[in-house]
Structure formats: structure tokens, C-alpha cells
């Protein structure tokens, strides 16, 4: 009881954090506008974007394929798609359940045990954090002139306001740094002897384990040259989406694949922050990225931004709910089948 009422408020939580951002990108942008902005889009651009985002999660589910394959199993890609697409629909209600979730999915379907499936999901997003990071430097050094004044005045320079001086921040930051990792260092050596025989430090250490043979997998992937081809497609799939989607309103068709990039790079940041689907955070980022850097006018910037995120939203309910009830009705029928021949 307990559980489920902490995962609510946790819930409510995220989902005040998200509106109280949504409200931020729209209080000066009134409501009828942005949807006059929406009636006046090109739906043709948007449904097209909706398809190459399809192929960037179809592109997901093959890459992590190749990391299962390391673990000794096969699963079908269309088995690894729809479980990814679940996991986006239950990243909808919790941030970040989605990763547990499709993990979850994948090993009851295919008899996979979970601990290893989800080393493999932290190694696929250790992966595409590594890539972001590189993203973002690169949109950085490309766009330099405009580009780090924005990131400047907007990330670095609230953070730092935060401190009597830039010296102070760095000199406090550093300290809490590594006081955790001195404090985390000092109470494993001192606990450990104490609770190595315990179950809870067993089963934890088993958990790390199969954590390990997930996150090794990257090592231990075949073809490593397939592994990064589809990388490269599963992020250019994300940055045509956004180019697309900028054909479908007049303000940002003539903005070119790297302004996408750029707006790729930042969105991506919002995706990050702590609400269920990246509600708020991420309309916040593009339509301040838009106006900010490229000035496009507020409305339109962030009609846009709203676009690209609710025409995800809509294909991930639509996709999503229907992998669930796919697997579902799969599994009651595996079932069924089991009993009716009694293996």
C-alpha cells in the first residue's frame, strides 16, 4: 500500500514538473494562437515525420538485437520492436519505467533472464549518452559564434549565478564531487565485511552481475560495424524527423539540417529531465532554442515545438498500446497452447 502510494505521488510529482515547464514555453504565447498555428500546418510533412520517427525505434530494435545476441538468444525483431514500443508507452506515465518495462517484456516473452537484458539497455543508452555528448560538442564547435552565447546565458551562467563567483561554483562543485565519492568509497570498505554474507549484499551483488554481462555486450557484438551502422541510422532517423517537421509550418521551412542538429542536440536535453514522456521540458528547450537562436517568433516557435512532441505522443499511444495488446494476446495464447498439448 505503502509502494503504491509513494509511485503516485512520484507520479504527480513529474507530471506537476512537466505542466509547471509546459506553462513556462506557452504563459506568453495564448493557447487559440497555437492552435491556429496547428490548423494552418502541413500534416502531410508531420505524417511523413511520423514514419521515419517508426524507423528510428524499428532501427532501435535491431541494434538491440545485436547486443541480445551475445547473451545466447534470438529474439525476433518484430518480438524487440514492439517491447521497445511498449517501453515508450510506459515512459508516457513514469520517466525512465520504460527501460525496466521493455526489459521486463522482452524476458518473459522470450524466457531471457532479466538482469542481463537490462545490462544490455544500460549499455544501448551508456552508448547514446556517449553520442549525444558528441553531438552536442560537434553542433557547439560548428555553430560557435551564436551557439555557446546561447548555452552561456541559459544553462551555464543560471548555474553559476547561483555562487558568489564562477571560482566559488567550480571550487564547490569539485568539493561535493569528490566528498561523494570519497564517502562512498570509505562506507563500502568499512560495510562490506559486515554485510557480504547477508542475502540483501548477495542478491545485489547478482543484480550487479548480470548488470556487467549486459554492458560487456558491446564488447562481445559480432559486428561491430552493423552495431554502428545502425546507430548511425537510429540518429539521423531523429534528426530527419525534426528537418521533416520543419517543412510543415512556413516560420521553420527554411531552416536547414543543421539548425535540425541544433535543435536535435538541445531537445534531447529536455528529453533528459524527469517527466513523464519528457512533457514540458522538452517543448521548453526547442521552442527556446527556436526563438533564441534562430528567431522564429514565439508562437510559431512553439506551435512547432508542441508539433514534433505531440505527434510522437500520439504514434507511441497508437503503436505502443497495440504492441501491448499484441503480446499480451501472444502470451495467453503461448499459454494456452502449452496447456492444451501439456508441455
Avoid at 492552435?35 to 510533412?45: L, S, T, V
Avoid at 538491440?64 to 518480438?79: A, E
Avoid at 508507452?89 to 520517466?95: E, G, I, K, M, Y
Wanted: a positive charge.
Amino acid at each position: 500500500m505503502k509502494k503504491r502510494i509513494f509511485s503516485t505521488l512520484k507520479f504527480l510529482l513529474f507530471l506537476a514538473l512537466g505542466a509547471g515547464l509546459f506553462w513556462l514555453a506557452i504563459k506568453d504565447a495564448p493557447v487559440t494562437k497555437i492552435i491556429e498555428e496547428f490548423k494552418k500546418a502541413n500534416y502531410f510533412w508531420i505524417g511523413l515525420s511520423i514514419i521515419v520517427m517508426v524507423l528510428s525505434h524499428w532501427f532501435r530494435a535491431l541494434r538491440w538485437n545485436l547486443l541480445i545476441n551475445t547473451l545466447n538468444f534470438n529474439p525476433k525483431t518484430r518480438i524487440t520492436f514492439f517491447a521497445v514500443m511498449v517501453g515508450y508507452f510506459a515512459n508516457l506515465a513514469v520517466p525512465r519505467l520504460g527501460e525496466v518495462t521493455r526489459c521486463g517484456v522482452l524476458s518473459k516473452h522470450e524466457k531471457m533472464p532479466i538482469n542481463s537484458v537490462i545490462g544490455t539497455v544500460i549499455a544501448e543508452r551508456t552508448f547514446d549518452m556517449i553520442t549525444l555528448l558528441f553531438i552536442i560538442l560537434i553542433t557547439i564547435l560548428a555553430q560557435l559564434d551564436f551557439l555557446g552565447d546561447f548555452m552561456y546565458k541559459h544553462i551555464v551562467d543560471p548555474l553559476l549565478s547561483k555562487f558568489p563567483s564562477g571560482t566559488v561554483a567550480i571550487i564547490t562543485l569539485s568539493f561535493i564531487f569528490i566528498a561523494l565519492v570519497g564517502m562512498t568509497i570509505l562506507a563500502y570498505k568499512l560495510l562490506r565485511p559486515k554485510i557480504r554474507h547477508t542475502k540483501f549484499y548477495q542478491k545485489f551483488r547478482d543484480i550487479v552481475l548480470g548488470f556487467w554481462t549486459g554492458i560487456k555486450t558491446i564488447k562481445n557484438v559480432k559486428s561491430k560495424k552493423t552495431f554502428l551502422f545502425y546507430s548511425l541510422l537510429l540518429w539521423a532517423s531523429y534528426l530527419f524527423t525534426i528537418y521533416i517537421c520543419f517543412q510543415a509550418m512556413t516560420e521553420t521551412s527554411g531552416l536547414s539540417v543543421m539548425d535540425a542538429l541544433t535543435i536535435l542536440a538541445i531537445g534531447s536535453i529536455g528529453v533528459l529531465a524527469p517527466t513523464p514522456g519528457g512533457i514540458g521540458a522538452y517543448q521548453y528547450m526547442v521552442g527556446l532554442s527556436l526563438t533564441g537562436l534562430f528567431l522564429v517568433d514565439k508562437i510559431p516557435a512553439y506551435s512547432f515545438a508542441n508539433i514534433i512532441y505531440f505527434a510522437q505522443w500520439i504514434m507511441i499511444v497508437l503503436l505502443g498500446g497495440t504492441a501491448w495488446l499484441w503480446l499480451v494476446i501472444s502470451e495467453k495464447r503461448k499459454k494456452n497452447e502449452q496447456i492444451r498439448t501439456g508441455k
